[in-house]
């Protein structure tokens, strides 16, 4: 056979095929082609053609055993592998026209669905949440309002009802109604989430823990504390603080954010590298199921092998699957020594060569490696006011160590500290050991996200990769946005791996966004990153998965979602991607 | 524009942070073990203006000086770092450390002063953890020289020094002769950070450590303290609705 023979045959076959599984489930060969919202329409089916055709041409070239291969590995956009070398650019075409909608207009994939046909709250519902919490069912307009908006601002609902439930029984009461009257619910804490996950989409009820903050527990021997969802992080710290111990995670939200939206966010924040996630150092959750069943898996043991470890499946999974009314968590000893270096250096692979010799010398000491580049220094400085502690540099780091003995981290430190000068890894820096210059020092790193509010509308990109390629994706893409963007910066947990990428214009800009995206979901697609590696996907990026998740796992989720929740009624349009059917 | 020698005195203070403060079981004092000796914010801004003025070359040199156990020598080190040539670390120890007051303390700063022929003593305006504003002003008295206190703007002229001062009713300008002793309030300046460079510099920097004995002071203390007790707690505050109800219940609490 010529290989136009091949090739047309192979576009035959492929076609028909495609289609036929396109139309039977949500499951799709091809990655990239889920991004497309149901239904099937006539531009899907053209994108189709075009892009098998692509793939069918290219794969005439290679080895034929790739494509059994394709269903299980292959990211959407592998832009080294052999397969896609000469069609970057007609890939990247189809991939943007897979943002229009059915009209050929632009929608973006993290624009809100349509209403799905929950009930409406009627004087009846309204009449039963004041019988079960006096007082405590908020209609008035002005009340609700800051609950409807988002901390970035960007994401409005419409919702009417907010609860204030005080205990776990409330709250079971509160979702054993919704779910027999189809009324969709919107959990909410702290409501600092930055992927639009808190807050509702459209006339959801509103369920706020923020009355439900009581300690319960706290065991000084273990360490172990039990609490309530809606307590503060930053009043537990100050409580452990006083009993000589802290929480295992620290993030800049903590004045507002709650321990419940933690753990349903699965937060990583700045001591992740030291203490782990959430998945190890929550120890027990106290649940209420969408039918307003209570789960009790409260425990407060640090080793119990009796079973599924079920609190894993509702860390991390964005109210979606249950809201959580109390938790136990691990917490460490306060650290008798905390020392706080601020570094700067000249270039990205010098901070890698500090990062490693960092972790060589102060190993079990480090507490926290973070970075940010000298665009977030200059936001810093004009809209907060806050002054360079050192020369300017192009990158700068905040290295944190936590030990029991504060002479001998003072003698690993000089020692780390010297050889970084002497080798010329860093080219200037501080040191911090008082509370006061050490709470400095860290705000240089944490109000950057505040900074960045001031700059302009601010569109946020939270990418895990592999270390060494984090700060490539910054510069590709300053170049690739070129005058377009007003400014962007990259900064964030380069010890885990996580960047924070953030682009910045002075007012919200579709054309900007389009340049954004999908290029930078791309982008980490081909380094097999994660395109959300702490902020979740709430509303913004639930459209996304299909980046860093296949496409069998997806589906899967939404399985255990239909289980736990068959009426879809807590927090929907969130987390799980739109094209997966809900019964 | 002759050129001096600066003394600056740094203290070290107890940095408590707030919900730590506890009285001792005894009620003689509050619990300091553990927590975490550092520079006095006062004392930072004025090492922070001694050094500024090294810079401008209006000075020769800047001494630290910090009188205390062997932790203050941390302390020097800190100011070194700042840009300090020398320290000088008064070795003060247990009970004699704990009944440190402000007179011992300028009894030993006009020794040293008169031994290292300094020509201007700058220090923090206060202490933070005993609040007494005393140590300066007790300093020029002993010597016998002018003060400025409170100093938020310091600056040479020929061998006099201008000054502006924070008072209650606004600022005072004055202009003061040398030698003069100089207490710095909180908008002097803005102590720089210690940058690494610096750090290591001052490792190598000299610190030499004198007993009081030797500048024939005598530390004990002419006061005794009686009682330390902690202040009373706070009482939950009260709604009312109306101003009636108000003038009830105040009359209740006989306050009215």
Not at chain 1, 553 to 571: C, H, Q, S, T
Not at chain 2, 6 to 31: A, E, H, M, W
């Amino acid at each position: 056979m010529t290989r136009d023979k091949i090739t047309r045959s192979f576009q035959l076959h492929y076609k028909i095929k495609m289609l036929l599984k396109i139309s039977n489930s949500s499951c799709c060969p091809t990655c990239f082609l889920q991004l497309v919202l149901p239904p099937v329409s006539t531009v899907m089916a053209g994108l189709l053609k075009r892009a098998l055709r692509l793939r069918t041409a290219l794969r005439c070239l290679c080895d034929y055993n790739m494509l059994s291969r394709s269903t299980a590995t292959l990211s959407p956009v592998d832009f080294h592998s052999p397969f896609l070398t000469c069609s970057s650019e007609q890939v990247l075409a189809s991939t943007r026209k897979l943002h229009a909608g059915a009209d050929g207009s632009k929608v973006s994939p993290s624009a809100a669905p349509e209403r799905l046909p929950f009930c409406r709250v009627t004087e009846e519902d309204l009449a039963f949440f004041r019988k079960i919490l006096a007082g405590r069912t908020i209609v008035d307009p002005d009340l609700v309002e800051p609950s409807n908006v988002d901390w970035l601002k960007s994401v409005r609902g419409s919702s009417e009802v907010l609860l204030r439930p005080q205990t776990t029984e409330e709250v079971s009461q509160i979702l054993s109604y919704c779910n027999s009257r189809n009324l969709a619910v919107n959990p909410q804490g702290g409501n600092t989430g930055l992927v639009g996950g808190s807050v509702p989409v459209y006339d959801e009820i509103i369920l706020s823990t923020s009355l439900m903050n009581k300690i319960l527990n706290f065991d000084s021997i273990s360490g172990v504390l039990t609490c309530q969802a809606g307590c503060v992080l930053e009043n537990l710290s100050f409580y452990l603080e006083e009993r000589d111990y802290i929480m295992p995670l620290d993030l800049g939200a903590k004045g507002s954010c709650q321990i419940g939206g933690n753990v349903a966010t699965n937060a990583g924040g700045l001591r992740l590298l030291r203490y782990g996630s959430l998945h190890g150092t929550v120890l027990g959750l106290e649940l209420v199921l969408a039918d307003g069943q209570v789960l009790d898996c409260l425990s407060t043991l640090r080793k119990d092998n009796t079973g599924y470890d079920l609190k894993q499946l509702f860390i991390g999974s964005e109210g979606t699957l249950g809201v959580i009314t109390a938790v136990s968590i691990l917490c460490p000893r306060k650290p008798k020594s905390v020392n706080v270096v601020f570094l700067g250096c000249e270039t990205f692979e010098q901070l890698l060569k500090t990062f490693q010799l960092c972790k060589s010398m102060l190993g079990e000491i480090l507490s926290a490696f973070e970075f940010l580049d000298s665009e977030c220094m200059r936001l810093l400085n004009t809209h907060l006011k806050l002054p360079n502690p050192i020369s300017d540099c192009p990158f700068y780091i905040v290295i944190e160590t936590s030990g029991s003995d504060p002479t001998h981290d003072a003698q690993k430190l000089h020692n780390f500290l010297e050889e970084a000068m002497t080798s010329s890894l860093v080219s200037d820096g501080t040191v911090a050991t008082e509370e006061a210059k050490i709470k400095a020092l860290w705000s240089l790193r944490e109000r950057v996200t505040e900074a960045l509010t001031h700059d302009g509308f601010t569109y946020k990109y939270d990418i895990s990769l592999p270390v060494e390629r984090i700060y490539q994706l910054v510069t590709d893409m300053r170049k690739h946005l070129g005058n377009r963007a007003k400014s962007v910066v990259g900064y964030g947990h380069v010890g885990d791996g996580n960047l924070h990428l953030n682009v910045t214009s002075p007012s919200k800009d579709p054309a900007l966004l389009a340049a954004i995206e999908p290029f930078v979901y791309e982008w980490t697609a081909s380094c097999r990153g994660s395109i959300s590696a702490e902020h979740g996907l709430g509303l913004k990026k639930r459209n996304y998965i299909y980046y860093s998740k296949q496409s069998q796992a997806v589906a899967l989720m939404g399985n255990i979602k239909a289980m736990l929740d068959p009426k879809g009624i807590l927090n929907p349009y969130k987390t799980l991607p739109d094209n997966l059917k809900h019964i | 524009l002759s050129c001096k020698v600066l003394s600056s005195v740094v203290t070290p203070c107890y940095c408590f942070v707030s919900p730590q403060i506890r009285v001792k079981p005894d009620n003689t004092g509050v619990v300091t073990d553990g927590v975490k000796h550092s520079m006095n914010p006062f004392c930072e801004i004025a090492v922070e203006e001694a050094v500024k003025l090294k810079e401008k070359k209006l000075i020769k040199e800047v001494v630290a000086v910090s009188c205390g156990p062997q932790q203050s020598q941390e302390t020097i080190r800190t100011a070194l770092a700042m840009g300090a040539d020398r320290g000088i670390h008064v070795d003060v120890s247990g009970k004699d450390y704990e009944n440190l007051g402000p007179l011992q303390v300028s009894k030993i700063l006009a020794a040293l002063a008169k031994q290292e022929d300094a020509q201007l003593i700058l220090l923090g305006k206060q202490a933070i953890d005993d609040d007494c504003n005393q140590t300066g002003q007790m300093t020029a008295a002993l010597l016998d020289w002018p003060q400025g206190t409170f100093a938020s703007e310091v600056s040479l002229e020929g061998d006099k020094i201008n000054l502006v001062r924070e008072i209650d009713g606004g600022l005072e300008h004055i202009k003061i002769n040398t030698p003069a002793v100089i207490t710095a309030d909180l908008r002097l300046n803005t102590p720089r950070y210690a940058t690494l460079p610096n750090i290591m510099k001052a490792k190598k920097k000299k610190i030499v450590t004198v007993k009081p004995a030797d500048l024939g002071v005598d530390v004990t203390s002419r006061l005794e303290v009686l009682k330390v007790e902690e202040p009373p707690q706070r009482q939950a505050g009260m709604k009312v609705e109306t101003v009636e109800d108000l003038v009830v219940k105040l009359k209740e609490a006989g306050r009215v």
